[in-house]
């Protein structure tokens, strides 16, 4: 799969398509990526990108234009014609990042990591927006990363990359370790258990802290009973809306909820 990033910054998104596991990924061309770098598509002796909005308000929006050249660019480029008749089929889609979208999640980020997936146009806005001219006319989809405001979309542009790398094939060392993440379907959507290691005593600021002993007992069967129990009260205390939402897909056992009952009165 292929991704075409349009940005003001590449230099914000470069160095993380070379560090870190995911590098395999971006390396073998599983996920290609490639950086369009937007100022060049903007005119004159200043190339200027944004203007101030019209009605007033704070802050600069991003012109149409420059943004429109870079995305047929990216098009010819990927072999596209250079736009897409009102009403026809989104042959690669285009994504926006803006506090105003869907937050992400690990279903969206999966639905992207999916082999047959052609990849997208990732938009990364700066300043107050982009001109709605132009997102109407071109993006498919809004994409924010939380109920907070960035100064652009890279962040979120990188956040995605990586998100989409590490579910390739052969990316993590150990084959299975993303479906041993939090919110995978695999655990129920739960959050993670804790994790330890060596030393069995770390000394710690406040007197020595052991690991659990249950995890240095060699019992593969109650080491996994703890881990389920670990995930099931991380979720309730951080995440009771993903515990709501796994018990109403049944998700919980007989077992999770005798647990929950006795230990957590839920
Ligand atoms: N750009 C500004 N804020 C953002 C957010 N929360 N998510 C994605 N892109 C953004």
């Known amino acids: 799969m292929r991704f075409d990033v349009i940005t003001l910054f590449p230099e914000l998104i470069e160095p993380f398509l070379r560090t870190g596991v995911t590098r395999r990924a ?30 007033g308000g704070p802050g600069m929006v991003m012109l149409p234009e420059p943004l ?12 596209l014609p250079p736009r897409r008749a009102p009403g026809a089929a989104v042959d690669v889609p285009t994504v926006l990042f803006a506090p105003a979208g869907a937050v992400l999640s690990h279903a969206t980020v999966a639905r992207w990591a999916r082999p047959s997936q052609p990849g997208a146009i990732l938009v990364c806005g700066r300043y107050e927006g982009v001109d709605q001219r132009f997102v109407d006319a071109c993006v498919d989809e809004l994409i924010s990363l939380g109920d907070f405001v960035l100064s652009g979309g890279e962040i979120a542009a990188v956040a995605l990359l990586d998100a989409v790398a590490r579910l390739q094939p ?3 060392g150990d084959a ?29 600021p406040a ?13 593969h069967a109650h080491i996994e009973a703890w881990r389920r129990q670990q995930r099931l009260l991380a ?9 709501a939402q796994a018990r109403q897909a049944g998700r919980l056992s007989e077992t999770d909820e005798r647990w929950l009952a006795q230990t957590l009165g839920l």
Do not use: I, K
């Not at 971006?26 to 009605?55: H, I, M, T």
């Not at 429109?68 to 072999?79: E, F, M, P, T």
């Not at 993303?178 to 739960?190: I, K, Y």
């Not at 020595?208 to 240095?216: D, E, I, T, W, Y």
């Open 26 to 55: 971006f390396d073998s061309g599983a996920v290609e990526v490639r950086v369009w770098p937007l100022r060049a598509y903007a005119d004159g002796n200043y190339r200027r990108v944004d203007d101030r909005p019209f009605g």
């Open 68 to 79: 429109y050249r870079c995305w047929q660019a990216v098009r010819a480029d990927r072999g």
């Open 170 to 172: 052969g990316v993590l």
């Open 176 to 204: 299975d370790s993303a479906s041993q993440d939090s919110f995978h379907p695999a655990l129920d959507g739960l959050l993670d258990c804790p994790h330890y290691t060596r030393p069995e005593v770390w000394p710690g």
């Open 207 to 219: 007197g020595p802290m052991a690991v659990p002993s249950v995890l240095l007992s060699g019992h």
């Open 235 to 243: 979720t309730a205390r951080a995440r009771p809306d993903l515990l």
